[in-house]
């Protein structure tokens, strides 16, 4: 792709896939990131569907990605008062039936 350079805003774990599948096809990026490192500690984590491992499946690291992960099997709900709005059990269950 001559002449064609793409931005991509934000190292999220969308930005990274998209520099790594643009790496793989040798397509000119540049990745703009506001925090230090791609990892800051936000008190956040990050959740993995069906589609998004079968993404990283396709890019060949999905297989070394999981001793990093952990299943989810319940999830409680809060909202930014602290009140509990929900929960779901069996989550994970759930989720690998679909």
Known sequence: M???KILIVGGSV???TLAA????????YTLLENHADVTPALG???GLLAHGSRVLDQLGCFEELL???NGIENMDMYDPDGKKM???KGLGTYM???
């Open 67 to 69: 001793p990093f992960g």
């Open 2 to 4: 001559s002449g064609l």
């Open 21 to 28: 599948i643009f790496e793989r096809y040798g397509i000119d």
């Open 96 to 98: 690998e039936s679909m």
């Open 14 to 16: 969308t930005g990274l």
């Open 44 to 46: 956040a984590s990050i």
């Open 86 to 88: 929900g929960s779901h």
